[in-house]
């Protein structure tokens, strides 16, 4: 076969590119370049008329500079030029041209689709392939418009040759998937599928991408291609190895269109017709089989290809989920391949063995293999790999072996690699709390976790085992005596001091009977670690002396002398000042009963989705269908709430009484400014007497644990007294809300706390808390650019009757926004009566001059004034029935969404706001709440019932409540959540 | 259990109570299928082909071709074919000094994309008869045109090596 020689046909490109080739510095390069260009451009603007040879060697030296690196801002014109040349090489070079220089001048763009439109007329197939490849490639809406229609007629004319099927089934391809509706759908979609039979594989080859494209769009539509896949399929797959000459590839027939046609299968359930599923199911069989065979080369070439189809094989039948035999088949092959001497295919089976786990008919295969993962785990070399086994590990965990996987999971952190420490962490946290039989257990792995690799133990872990030993009394007293021990040792971690403090705080009594762990030994233990920590930590362990003082009198004296000390007293942090000097006033001041009644155990923690779950998916990152480019962002604003916390310097005032938001001692909004400021808040709590406890500023506890822990710049008493002068423009001031204001809201229907909205210039993320008809919120205004923003001016707007129904207060801004900085605004709302349309919040600044302006939709739902309500399964049945009216019920029936995971599914509606009710309904599979919403004006009582269909992918849910357009409303917020 | 009467609280779910005919949209959306860049560079990092199925801006490129390099020149022969990037993979494989890299989704085929460049490259050493750098720094335009007709919007157009190389050849001889 002729080989190409050397930048053939173009002596002067060569001549160049070895020009380049031989500088020898980065400036003798660019003088080289600036020499030809200027060169380039005289032969342009000359007078004399190029000939088309000499137009397509310039525009390849501008094509050759531009992927150097370099600007080129001309030429454009003589590429344009060559389109319509009659050559192949001048045109070929022409439209590559276009293709990697994109210009959206809409005077060439009108030239260029001209050109193209002539190519496509000229029966030509060359030249129609590379007019149709230049569509592809450019895939602008511009060109969308001027072929999508013509391009379906190429496709299925008769007379077109193969090749330019074949492109043109990618080009329209890249078209519908840039503008849907830019693509008729008509008569040739029938005909489009029957390209499943061409006689050519290339044309099928590039056909059932398209099909599987139009597909996911159009399900119904395109059924009839199941049929043909699978007859396609199987006459692949039961082809002997030469059958299919040149799509044969080192004996493999076919592998690239199997893998494809059984993508395409992947995007429906199981075929109903007996005869195709056979039909399919024979080849799924026929493809495990292949596998036993022995391999007909010894080439990598012929294991890769025949495996491609093995994969995806598996991952049908995986998608399928219902032929119990072919998935124990499946599990046993990988199970073969774990032991493999390809890194790459041990590394495919840990990753599908993942999801095989996940089937109820597989998981006990899969367990089986749970040696030879955990020796992956400590034996492989790639981290990748090592990964995959613990996600493996993770997956196959259960009741009958955490205790096992749990146990080498923490083995191997002693070693493990340090960028999956943190995620190891996690999941042995996560296991650890979700398989507990006895929580000793679940103490001894936490704390384990804690020593073996503190810095990668995160507050999410730490706060959780915190929860839970309060929520369990039976494991109290041991988390008091492990925790206890623990400290002994001479170098503890820093988070194990704050377990400790917080466990010693509230349980310390329990071990205090001990003459080791006496009061005294406790006291001075802690404190011995006290000089060492953190401020965050000394302050937490601050709490936990002032606990001690009412858990053991008889450390009183010693406590109140290290309070009063001046390393205290007059610390420079005023986070630690305050408390020591709040501390040593009320162990002075108050009485042992008010003492008793403000430092009481820390009340249950209310059951919610284990936040650490949260996070373990939260750093898996969002689904793989999103855009590369978010990756683009740094790895710290994966962090939705770090995204929007204010820098330390603008946090001026660090309050004890960030905790909660100070709601539930909180005035009416428009009771008399109080005065601020820390010491008075103190006097006020002491006037109030004891039962202002809640709202005492010191229960520091509290806001350590509290998810939400929003800076206070002012006392909240202060914030609370200033009702926003600024009148509210009426709505005719305001622009609509942005096409995207919806599903920003439908983001925050069951979370508080996150980005609300986000561009070039603006970030804008809120955290809010509510309690029963009040609500506080607070927006972070983030200036992203490096210039100020100026008349910045945010007001909140009650479109129609929203004004009787809901009372928005909000603080005014300052005016002007600095580059990078970041302001805050807090609103405090009421809800006086059941309301159906949120307000909205609009946003107007100057930037670099230009007004700018922005209307969202402020997430504030009436499910946010939900009081979750706890009811034995007789009392909701009786209530159900009673609220049996027509009109008081709503249901919808929905497709998922998302994947259905019952724990998202259980946090979801958690934060939706409503009780979870175990026990209640029969099928352990369903989900039933009830909750009350708090209303100024009224209450209403809400249930609701949630069905998920795994198999169909579908939820029903009902909702009941003694008000119709609430059932309604609420019913339409939350089917959008799954 | 407590009797509800006619309430369909009972009705179990799995009975199929959904009229609405099956979607199955969202389904696949994970299947998506699409090869989002290609790219060859040798070992020093200079981009010998790139090739993009998205669209980026100059800056974005660039930042990408350097991300892409640290993190495939890192790894060794007793190292998978894959990487993790971002929330795609690249899937690459090395010929003497050179990387050729494929960026997927993460759910796409592993193996079926490493064959895929394993039939690029043969077609390459084929037409350029032995390839080697040069030759697809010489006649960069022309391995566009070999990239276009095994690769179209991102998807995998031809795999036929004698159809291929019986094309380009035929192209080669026109003027």
Redesign the interface.
Same mark, same amino acid.
Not at chain 1, 254 to 257: G, M, T
Not at chain 1, 628 to 632: C, Q, T
């Given at each position: 076969?002729?080989?190409?020689s050397? $930048?053939d046909g173009m002596r002067g490109l060569?001549v160049f590119?070895s020009d380049i /080739?031989n500088c020898k510095s980065k400036e003798a390069e660019i003088k080289r370049i600036n020499k030809e260009l200027a060169n380039i451009r005289s032969k342009f603007k000359g007078d004399k008329a190029l000939d088309g040879y000499s137009k397509k060697k310039y525009v390849?030296k501008l094509?050759?500079i531009f992927?150097l =690196?370099h600007d080129i801002d001309f030429g454009h014109m003589e590429a344009v030029n060559l389109l319509s040349s009659n050559?192949? *090489?001048e045109k070929?070079?022409g439209y590559?041209f276009i293709s990697v220089l994109v210009n959206s001048n809409s005077e060439l763009i009108r030239l260029i689709n001209n050109a193209i439109k002539n190519d496509l007329a000229s029966r030509n197939p *060359?030249f129609m392939c590379l007019a149709l490849?230049c569509i592809?490639?450019v $895939?602008s809406r511009e060109m969308g418009e001027a072929f999508a229609a013509d391009i379906p007629r190429i496709l299925v004319a008769g007379d077109s040759m193969d090749?330019v099927k074949?492109?043109a089934a990618?080009?329209l391809?890249?078209l519908y998937?840039a503008s849907p509706d830019l693509v008729p759908m008509g008569e040739w979609t029938a005909r489009v599928v029957h390209l499943l039979n061409d006689q050519h594989? =290339?044309v099928v080859?590039?056909a059932v991408?398209l099909i599987?494209?139009l597909?996911?769009?159009n399900?119904?539509d395109f059924k009839t291609c199941i049929s043909l896949a699978v007859s396609r399929l199987s006459r692949i797959v039961s082809s002997a190895s030469t059958d299919l000459?040149? !799509?044969t !590839?080192y004996f493999v027939p076919?592998?690239?269109?199997s893998?494809?046609l059984l993508?395409l299968l992947?995007?429906?359930?199981p075929p109903e017709d007996a005869a195709v599923k056979g039909r399919l199911v024979e080849c799924l069989e026929t493809v495990l089989n292949k596998a036993q065979e022995p391999p007909k080369s010894k080439k990598v070439?012929h294991s890769?290809?025949k495996?491609?189809i093995l994969? #995806?094989t598996i991952s049908l039948i995986i998608h399928y989920d219902s032929e119990p035999n072919l998935l124990v088949r499946a599990c046993n092959q990988l199970g073969q391949f774990l032991q493999h001497r390809e890194?790459?295919l041990r !590394?495919?089976a840990l990753e599908s063995m993942c999801t095989l786990a996940s089937s109820e008919f597989s998981h006990e295969a899969v367990k089986t293999h749970i040696d030879t993962v955990i020796n992956a785990l400590k034996t492989e /070399?790639?981290v990748?790999?090592r990964q995959r086994a613990a996600d493996l590990l993770y997956a196959m965990c259960d009741r009958s072996n955490a205790k096992q996987i749990v146990s080498e999971m923490l083995r191997y952190l002693e070693t493990a690699d340090y960028a999956i420490r943190e995620e190891i962490v996690l999941k042995v946290a996560i296991l650890a709390e979700k398989y507990a039989v006895d929580y000793s257990w679940y103490v001894d792995t936490i704390l384990n976790l804690i020593r073996i690799a503190g810095d990668y133990v995160s507050e999410e872990v730490w706060y959780r085992v915190l929860q839970i030993v309060t929520n369990r009394d039976d494991v109290q007293g041991y988390a008091a005596k492990t925790v206890f021990e623990a400290l002994q040792a001479p170098a503890c971690h820093e988070n194990m001091v704050k377990v400790g403090g917080y466990i010693l705080g509230e349980f310390g009594n329990l071990i205090a009977g001990d003459p080791r762990s006496s009061p005294p030994v406790q006291f001075s233990l802690l404190h011995s670690k006290f000089h060492l920590c953190s401020v965050a930590t000394r302050a937490l362990l601050l709490s936990t002396y002032i606990k001690f003082i009412n858990l053991f009198p008889e450390t009183k004296a010693t406590i109140q002398g290290v309070l009063r000390a001046g390393s205290q007293l007059r610390n420079a942090d005023v986070e630690l000042q305050q408390r020591a000097v709040e501390y040593l006033t009320l162990s002075s001041v108050a009485s042992t009963d008010v003492l008793a009644t403000v430092l009481e155990e820390m009340p249950p923690f209310p059951e919610r989705e284990s936040s650490i779950l949260a996070k373990l998916k939260r750093k898996k $990152?969002? $689904?793989? =269908?999103?855009a590369?480019?978010?990756?683009?962002r740094d790895p710290s604003s994966n962090d939705i709430n770090g995204g929007v916390e204010p820098t330390p310097s603008t946090v001026s005032t660090p309050s004890p009484s960030a905790d909660l938001l100070g709601l539930r001692a909180a005035p009416p909004p428009a009771a008399p400014p109080a005065p601020s400021g820390a010491g008075n808040l103190l006097v006020d709590v002491f006037s109030d007497g004891p039962a202002a406890q809640p709202g005492l500023g010191p229960s520091a506890e509290e806001a350590f644990l509290s998810e939400l822990e929003p800076p206070a710049p002012e006392s909240p008493m202060a914030l609370l007294a200033d009702p926003a002068p600024a009148a509210d423009p009426g709505p005719e001031d305001i622009g609509p809300p942005i096409p995207e204001a919806d599903e920003l809201l439908n983001k925050f229907v069951c979370k508080n706390n996150g980005v609300l909205f986000e561009n070039q210039l603006l970030q804008i993320g809120v955290k809010s808390e509510f309690r029963q008809n009040l609500g506080r919120m607070y927006l972070f205004y983030g200036n992203k650019t490096s210039v100020q923003f100026q008349n910045f001016s945010p007001t909140v707007v009650h479109p129609g009757d929203l004004q009787t129904q809901l009372a928005v207060q909000t603080k005014r801004v300052a005016a002007q926004v600095d580059g990078g900085a970041q302001v805050q605004q807090v609103l405090n709302i009421e809800c006086l009566r059941d309301f159906l349309t949120p307000p909205l919040l609009s946003v107007r600044f100057r930037y670099g001059g230009a007004p700018q302006s922005l209307t969202l939709k402020l997430p504030v739902t009436i499910n946010k004034f939900f009081q979750p309500t706890e009811m034995a399964?007789?009392d909701f049945?009786q209530r159900?029935?009673q609220l049996?009216l027509p009109q008081q019920e709503a249901q919808k029936?929905f497709?998922?969404?998302h994947p259905m995971d019952a724990e998202v599914t259980k946090a979801k509606l958690l934060g939706f706001g409503s009780a979870l009710l175990d026990n209640v309904?029969?099928?352990p #599979?369903?989900f039933v709440g009830a909750g009350i919403i708090q209303t100024k004006a009224l209450q209403v009582g809400c249930l609701l /019932?949630l #069905?998920?269909?795994a198999?169909?992918?579908?939820y /029903?849910l *009902?909702l009941r409540t003694s008000k119709e357009p609430v059932s309604r409303h609420l019913c339409e917020l939350l089917a959008q959540q799954f | 259990m407590i009797p509800l009467g006619t309430n369909a609280y009972t009705t179990p779910v799995r009975a199929g109570h959904c009229a609405t005919p099956l979607v199955f949209i969202d389904l696949c959306s994970s299947l998506l299928r699409e090869i989002r860049f290609i790219l060859i560079q040798n070992r020093a990092g200079k981009t010998r082909l790139a090739k993009w199925y998205m669209q980026f801006d100059d800056d974005e490129k660039q930042k990408l071709i350097e991300e892409v390099h640290a993190v495939v020149t890192v790894r060794d022969a007793k190292h998978t074919n894959f990487v993790e990037f971002r929330n795609f993979k690249i899937i690459y494989r090395r010929y003497a000094g050179l990387y050729f890299c494929i960026c997927v989704d993460v759910n796409d085929n592993n193996l079926a994309y490493l064959e895929a460049i394993h039939n690029f490259v043969e077609v390459l050493n084929e037409y350029f008869h032995n390839v080697c750098e040069l030759d697809l720094v010489f006649n960069f335009y022309k391995v566009y045109t070999v990239v276009d007709e095994m690769f179209l919007a991102g998807e995998i157009r031809e795999t036929s090596q004698t159809k291929v190389l019986k094309q380009l050849l035929m192209l080669q001889s026109l003027e």
């Open positions: 076969m002729p080989a190409v050397k $930048g060569a590119i /080739r390849c094509l050759f992927l =690196g050559k192949y *090489t070929q070079i590559l *060359t490849h592809a490639n $895939g090749s074949q492109s990618l080009c391809l890249r998937k594989m =290339g080859t590039a991408s599987t494209c597909c996911k769009k399900p119904d000459q040149d !799509y !590839y076919a592998p690239w269109l893998v494809k993508r992947q995007c429906y359930p070439q890769n290809a495996n491609a994969f #995806e890194t790459n !590394y495919l /070399r790639d990748s790999v $990152g969002p $689904g793989a =269908g999103s590369l480019d978010d990756g683009r399964a007789q049945f159900w029935k049996s029936i497709k998922a969404n309904d029969p099928n #599979e369903n /019932r #069905e998920p269909n198999q169909a992918q579908m /029903r *009902t | -």
